[in-house]
């Protein structure tokens, strides 16, 4: 009898192991195997005197823009805000958009285009009047739009996270890390959005290249960045601009010379990353009790530890910057913007925007 019912809770027990349902179903893949810090990567808390701009008066400048002198950022409450680039005086409240902004960028026009990871793709113009541009694509509702470029013709590229997670579930997305990410391209001359690259790893950043031949998608899970061409015989392909980034690239800027700066939101963590190829090892871990879990930092998702971390990268994908503050007096930066001989810092968990010089060439 004893051994009957020790049979039928051992079947019971591997078919719950097995078969119980979970909230994510990971495909598999393998990313690049993480380079050590060592060399050129060589943690050196570079950016430990960054000065921290407003400090204590803004919640999460994810990213800035700058014009007239006046740097500007959106906060978690949807306040969109600006300031003196000079660091005086109090952030000004110049629009709320209701939701949370993040990525942001001028047009022609003076408006300020952002990205609101509850609205869409957002606008606010000079006299302050908030308007939704595009809330959705093909029928679908965006996740969590994210991050923005500008093209002269007026259309703008953004990035939409993943088509089936949104903020809230975004730990489930990482934990999943199927290739879930859009492109998106919004026409304001036939007000119609349309995807223009998919199969991307948590997409994130984005920016035009010189001359918009091309634009580039940061894939924040897939430490890599994929470029979009838009002009010349490589029209409508898609390529890589730079692999196995040091850290998980979150947005990115061009300074319009030689330059773009890749703000990387997290640094690598190869025993997460190497559950990416193990998909049953994932869903087994889903249906253990959290102390059991063979790799703890796998549900910690947006919660991994991290410290300050970017790369300025030249016009042929090789990494010319590597700054880091890995004592965490700068933590998850989201964002660098240059500006006359200074970068900007933003952070998503931050409560200042900082501030270095431009740094040498490693």
């Known amino acids: 009898m004893f051994s009957t019912i020790l049979i039928v809770a051992i079947i019971l027990l591997a078919a719950y192991l097995l078969f119980w349902p979970v909230p994510i179903d990971p495909q598999g893949w393998n990313p690049p195997q993480a380079l050590p810090y060592e060399g050129k990567f060589a943690l050196r808390n570079s950016l430990g005197g960054a000065e921290k701009l407003w400090q204590g008066k803004m919640d999460g400048p994810e990213a800035t823009a700058i014009k007239d002198d006046m740097l500007y950022t959106g906060l978690g ?19 709320n958009t209701g939701g949370r902004p993040i990525g942001l960028k ?19 113009t000079p006299t302050g009047e908030f308007s939704v ?22 259309k703008i590229y953004f990035s939409d996270v993943s088509s089936k997670y949104d903020m809230a579930q975004l730990n489930l997305g990482m934990m999943e890390d199927n290739p879930l990410g859009e492109l998106i391209c919004f026409d304001p001359a036939t007000q119609t959005s349309t995807v223009v690259l998919d ?71 190869p025993r997460v990353e190497a559950l990416a190829s193990k998909p049953f090892k994932k869903k087994l871990m889903m249906r253990l009790p959290r ?8 549900f910690m998702g947006l919660e991994l530890p ?41 952070g998503l968990m931050s409560d200042y925007v900082a501030r270095v010089p431009v740094p040498k060439q490693v």
């Open 77 to 95: 409450n949807g306040d969109v805000v600006r300031a003196s680039i000079d660091g005086s005086g109090e952030p000004e409240v110049i629009a």
């Open 106 to 124: 001028f047009d022609a026009q003076g408006n300020l285009i952002l990205c609101d990871m509850m609205k869409g793709l957002v606008q606010v």
């Open 133 to 154: 541009l595009s809330d959705s694509v093909n029928g679908r509702k965006y996740n969590v739009a994210d991050d923005l470029s500008i093209a002269s013709d007026g």
């Open 199 to 269: 199969d991307m790893h948590l997409a994130n950043g984005v920016c035009l290249g010189p001359d918009e031949e091309y634009v580039l998608v940061n894939e924040t899970l897939g430490f890599r960045v994929s470029r979009l061409w838009l002009k010349g015989p490589k029209a409508g392909q898609r390529d890589f601009f730079i692999e196995n980034l040091p850290g998980a690239p979150d947005n990115i800027t061009y300074n319009g010379k030689d330059t773009y700066w890749i703000a990387l939101a997290w640094p690598r963590f």
């Open 291 to 298: 102390f059991m879990a063979m790799v703890p930092e796998f």
């Open 306 to 346: 991290s410290y300050g971390l970017f790369v300025g990268v030249d016009l042929n994908g090789k990494i010319t910057h590597f700054m880091d503050s890995h004592s965490g007096e700068v933590g998850l930066i989201t964002s660098v913007l240059e500006h006359e001989g200074s970068l900007y810092l933003g």
